[in-house]
């Protein structure tokens, strides 16, 4: 990891004007960034606006004050230089594997037979080979989310936003997605920058954990995590991993059972 | 009798087809017991009457005559209204003013039965190629209107995202999300555009034509020749059955995770 910052986010607001009703404040002045090659998590209760952060930085949402920085320049749509895997289901449901995962570089104009190439490559990355002529609707909710990770990845972004991507998988499949997550880290050595709400899945994964408070959003607090890399499912078993993990429950905690209340 | 029963549930070619055939099968019994009781032929006649017509027919080559008369007229009329549909059901979906304002006229069009119109259109365009070509537009349009703008505004907003995620140009969004996720629905409003079409057919003819199936239908009925009116009936029968299948299968191989 180089110390160069990647992605910078500074004094983000983001207020939602509703027709004829009161309007909500999902973000408050928002400062953070993220290092070349760093994984950073961002955890908070529910309707803490880490959603609308990660779009605002994607470019699909314009914030209502502040700005974000990839490599020291303003952007404010989306482009090549960010990819995002979305907390639901956005694969095309009438492409198949290979199509879905080359559906970017496509959009981009890159050949059909070179987008193929480089779709395959990420197939293999995330273990989806043999299911390259499935639809989506054949696959599990886990092979589907590979198939998600592996189309962000193949436009080669320099950074990786990756909203709740493992939400909907089952205990089982989210640690493996965890682990194979980790690997393709290491290997494609991209900024990540991934929301949870899963506080032992951002403390296993991550070098920093960003804590949202509630409504609207503000960073609470960034704790770094120094637990030693590579990392491996028995790491969650030691006390210092516990340890941390108890931490950030208690900052969040009380926000959480509020949350809980209110819906 | 039992794997005849699981044959038969089965989603595949084979099985579709003696389907199929096991309820043609089942018509032709009903309809020659029935036609054993009603022993009046100006009413009822029984399958082989109507299938000896029917060989007439096509020996004394008026069957070719009507057939290509009626196909010609209904294939180019229909191919047209689907266009014309797309087409309007475009507009209306790209344009929230268009759509609100022509929303309630074509409604209240597609609620009018515009087939009691066919006197009046043979009055204006003469009998021919010319009314059964608007007659057959005027019924078949609409289906393909409505369900091209509703197909085209159902769109699921969370692949229109992605797709700007990965810099898609308006044109980009409509050609790879918002057109393919509305072709299914759009083939369904064809389906029943084709079903209107035949009818829009057969009374242009009734009405004004020297040749077609209408046409053979209204003379044979005026000679009380009851297998030949049948025979022709069983032709109209058969073209509405081909166009429903065809279309059913290719709405289903365009929405293939509709299934699940
Ligand atoms: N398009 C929108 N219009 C109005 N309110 C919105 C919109 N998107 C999000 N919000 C509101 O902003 C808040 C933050 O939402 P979100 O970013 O999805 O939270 P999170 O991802 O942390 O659960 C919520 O109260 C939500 O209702
Ligand atoms: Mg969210």
Known sequence: MSDAIRLKVEKIDKVFKRRDKPSVEALRSIDMSVAEGEFVSIVGASGSGKSTLLRIIDGLIAPSGGRVLVDGRAVDKPGPDRAMVFQQDSLLPWKTVVDNVAYGLTLAGTRRADAERTAQRFIDIAGLQGFEHHYPHQLSGGMRQRVNVARALAVNPKILLLDEPFAALDAQTREIMQTELLSIWQETRKTVLLITHQIDEAVFLSDRVIVFSARPGTIREEIPVTLPRPRTLELKRSPAFVELVDHIWKLIEAEVRAGIKQS | ?260
């Open chain 2, 1 to 260: 009798m039992r794997q005849l029963y699981e044959f038969l549930e089965q989603d595949n070619r084979s099985a579709g087809f003696a389907r199929v055939a096991i309820s043609t099968l089942a018509v032709l019994l009903v309809w020659q017991l029935v036609s054993m009781l009603v022993t009046n032929r100006l009413l009822l006649v029984p399958p082989a009457e109507v299938a000896a017509a029917l060989v007439k027919e096509v020996e004394s080559g008026a069957m070719w005559t009507n057939a290509v008369a009626t196909v010609t007229a209904v294939v180019t009329s229909f191919i047209v209204s689907v266009a014309i549909g797309v087409a309007v059901g475009l507009a209306l979906a790209s344009s929230r003013v268009l759509s609100l304002t022509g929303g309630p006229v074509l409604s209240a069009l597609n609620s009018v039965p515009i087939i009691a119109l066919a006197p009046l259109f043979i009055a204006w365009l003469g009998l021919g190629f010319a009314s059964k070509f608007v007659l057959v537009i005027m019924v078949a349009v609409f289906p393909v209107v409505v369900t091209t703008e509703a197909g085209l505004r159902a769109t699921d907003k969370q692949l229109v995202e992605a797709a700007r995620s990965f810099n898609a140009t308006p044109l980009q969004i409509f050609s790879t999300v918002t057109f393919p996720y509305a072709l299914p629905f759009i083939v369904s409003g064809i389906r029943v555009a084709w079903a209107r079409a035949l009818v829009g057919i057969v009374v242009a003819e009734f009405f004004g034509s020297f040749a077609g199936f209408g046409f053979a239908i209204l003379s044979a009925s005026q000679t009380f020749d009851t297998a030949r009116v049948l025979g022709y009936v069983i032709m109209l029968g058969a073209m509405g059955l081909i166009g429903s299948v065809l279309f059913a299968t290719l709405e289903r191989r365009l929405a293939p995770w509709r299934q699940e």
